[in-house]
């Protein structure tokens, strides 16, 4: 039974964070990264909580995301007007 894990880890100042994560507790780790991101007590803002994500989102993807992604690649600068 070979399970991938997935492992990131950011370090801000004295604190490090360090998410592993696999297939089936994906969204559970996206939660999280906004959970860590809201409190004031971390050294953990948005932008490293939406960073974060991304990679995570590039290394499991799901149909939504697959879908999604589609859909911006097709636009195009005339689709704002």
């Known amino acids: 039974m070979d399970q991938e894990i ?3 880890a950011l370090v801000k100042g004295e604190e ?3 998410f592993m994560f696999d297939d089936q507790n994906r969204d559970e780790t996206l939660r999280q990264l906004a959970r860590f991101a809201a409190d004031p007590d ?3 803002s948005w932008y490293d909580a ?3 994500s991304r990679k995570i989102r590039d290394a499991v993807p799901t149909e939504d995301d697959m879908l999604a992604s589609e859909e911006f690649d097709s636009l195009s600068i005339d689709d704002f007007y």
Do not use: R
Request: zero cysteines; proline letters at 0%.
């Open 50 to 52: 939406a960073m974060l």
């Open 42 to 44: 971390l050294e953990f």
């Open 6 to 8: 997935n492992v990131l």
């Open 16 to 18: 490090k964070f360090i």
